[in-house]
């Protein structure tokens, strides 16, 4: 204040409207800096597609009321007449449509979208932007990845232009286009949250193969498949999750890397399937405590705990109690890097990898074996097995590829109603592997072994839930 006394009326007045076109230029450059995504949207509008899927699904049937008449009276009187099954009939199976999103990848008509949009769906319909709608087939489904080809009939079709995911900062801004809850072609802009997470919750993280984009763009159901923009136009996501308690957007949605599937959808092209490589190893996160113990400089990397015989990990020497540092020059800094770094490779294929062992550096080089995720998916439709019983559940059959990731036989559960399961803490999604000390490999045996369960006492059934398996006990009455 004393140096601007110093100053003239007229320097005064100068260095008023100097500080003012600094301020009004700063504001200016402020909102000027927001992107505009409208060039944007008009230039990929036509290359975005809404996917319409129909399933054949087990549609739950329910007692008539005459029959309810007659259960309750035999219920209630049950010395007068043999007791009723109040169970209805297998129900009938009947169409469920769903609806999700893709974009076109090539002018002949090659579309990417998610797994779970598609798969076992009877029928497939895109609808374009210019409201042509075409049956598409299934060229390939790859569960891991949640990412699927399809194909429709056409040709001379406008497509995206994939980017670089990796070279995604946080903070970037993001677009993406798709149709939440059946509304076709809405646009939601915002940035990336993080980068290289596993989704929280998943009960098969032994074998998460992704490393998703963390955004805060509004994901909603529908928006699945579609595609997620950078600034510059290019496609470096594919929308696949969102994290939510009530099923809408709470501005944490998960987006498949562009290089990620650029890598899958190759394959899918090439072959129908997905080929993963194997390094043979069960890992855990180096804690700081862990970092401490070793003398690494820092928390990082990914710790061995297990060494499976015959591996090609150990093959190539890898030992308990390394701490990978670097997957193919590519640095671990959380243990879940690694199985998705692996994961890119196919199987025979030569990596290097750098470990870190008794305070030194080893170079090593490992030839990947092929991961038990490595079978051709079915497009056939998913129709469950339901099979009555008096433990108050209902159950259908293991998938081939969920018996050959987790090595269970067993049936799952789909539905848990009042009886001796709930009582005893039995969950949907728990694998049944064996009742009554009975192992249990089908719906047929499980029908068969739960028909021939007594009518009162306790009765033992051993489950998994989430990987770890526990035995609880029912009881009969």
Do not use: C
């Amino acid at each position: 204040m004393k140096l601007f006394n110093r100053l003239t009326t007229h320097d005064s007045t100068a260095v008023y409207f100097l500080l003012l076109s600094i301020a009004v230029s700063g504001y200016s450059y402020g909102a000027a800096g927001l992107p505009d995504f409208a060039d944007l949207v008009e230039k990929n509008a036509a290359t975005i597609v809404e996917i319409s899927a129909i399933r054949m699904v087990a549609s739950r049937s329910y007692l008539s009321e005459k029959d309810l008449e007659e259960f309750l009276r035999r219920r209630l009187n049950p010395e007068e007449m043999p007791d009723l099954d109040p169970k209805p009939e297998e129900p009938q199976l009947s169409p469920r449509g769903g609806v999700g999103s893709g974009f076109i990848m090539s002018s002949d008509g090659f579309i990417i979208t998610n797994h779970h949009v598609v798969a076992g769906a009877e029928e497939i319909t895109v609808h374009l932007t210019d409201r042509r709608e075409f049956r598409a087939e299934i060229i390939g489904l790859d569960e891991p990845s949640d990412l699927a080809l399809i194909k429709i009939d056409a040709d001379g079709l406008p497509f995206v232009k994939m980017g670089d995911s990796d070279s995604l900062r946080v903070g970037n801004w993001v677009l993406a286009i798709g149709s939440p809850f059946g509304l076709e072609f809405s646009a939601a802009a915002g940035i990336v949250s993080a980068k290289g997470r596993s989704v929280p919750g998943n009960s098969q993280s032994n074998y998460n193969y992704m490393s998703f984009i963390q955004t805060d763009v509004a994901i909603n159901q529908g928006n699945s498949g579609g595609p997620l923009f950078n600034l510059d136009g290019e496609v470096i996501g594919i929308n696949s999750q969102i994290l939510s308690s009530t099923g809408g957007s709470n501005g944490i949605s998960f987006s498949i890397p562009s290089n990620v599937a650029l890598n899958v959808i190759a394959q899918l092209k090439e072959s129908g399937s997905v080929q993963r490589g194997l390094l043979g190893v069960q890992i855990k996160q180096v804690s700081f405590a862990l970092a401490e113990s070793f003398n690494l400089d820092r928390p990082r990397g990914a710790f061995v705990d297990v060494v499976s015989p015959g591996s090609p990990a150990e093959a190539a020497g890898i030992q308990i109690e390394d701490i990978i540092l670097e997957f193919n020059d590519r640095g671990i800094e959380d243990s879940a890097d690694l199985p998705f770094y692996v994961g890119q490779n196919r199987p025979g294929s030569k990596a290097d990898v750098l470990v870190y062992r008794n305070g030194e550096r080893l170079n090593l080089t490992v030839t990947l074996g092929s991961s038990p995720l490595n079978v051709a998916q079915e497009a056939a439709p998913e129709v469950v097995v339901v099979k009555h019983n008096p433990l108050g559940l209902r159950i259908s059959e293991l998938s081939r590829e969920a018996r050959q990731v987790s090595g269970l036989n067993g049936v799952r559960v789909t539905e848990v109603d009042e009886g001796p399961a709930r009582d005893a803490g039995i969950s949907e999604g728990d694998v049944i592997i064996s009742l009554n000390r009975q192992e249990i490999t089908s719906a047929d045996e499980f029908a068969e072994v739960a028909g021939q369960l007594p009518g009162d006492g306790f009765v033992p059934v051993r489950i998994v839930r989430e990987g770890r398996g526990t035995t609880l006990v029912l009881e009969m009455n």
